[in-house]
């Protein structure tokens, strides 16, 4: 999954779509979410939490990718797809708090955990996180 991040991070918003394209599957490795309030960076409780299960599901030695920002529909084998990009609004104050919410739904702290903010074409100021 490392691969992925970094090509989400250095190649941005086309690499996001091209996961809806492909329907990509959520997997062991590979989670998509979506915030509550997608009109501000802040995350809410119910974000806090949501982040909270799938980065404790990853807190192992084969790790694993949340995209933040993509919305899923199951597929007819009942499996999560990435189907509908859903930038989040603010994504600079998202990205600011997204350090705190790790150190409120982890213990202990996971000190290998990155967050590559990627930006969106609409709204200006909105993106998504890889994480």
């Not at 790790?63 to 859903?86: P, S």
């Amino acid at each position: 999954m490392l691969n992925l991040y970094e090509k989400l991070v250095a190649d941005g918003e086309p690499t996001v779509a091209q996961l809806i394209t492909e329907r990509r599957q959520e997997n062991i490795s590979l989670e998509f979410k979506t915030k509550a309030n997608v009109g501000t960076g802040e995350p809410n409780r119910d974000d806090r939490r949501n982040l909270g299960i799938a980065l404790s599901a990853f807190s192992n030695p084969m790790g694993g990718l949340i995209v933040w920002g993509v919305r899923t529909e199951k597929n007819a084998d009942n499996v999560d797809c990435a189907t509908e990009v859903r930038p989040i609004g603010g994504d600079r104050a998202l990205q600011g708090g997204c350090n705190s919410p790790f150190s409120q739904t982890i213990t202990p702290r996971h000190e290998g955990i990155f967050v590559g903010a990627i930006s969106a074409g609409s709204p200006p100021d909105g993106g998504y996180q890889a994480i």
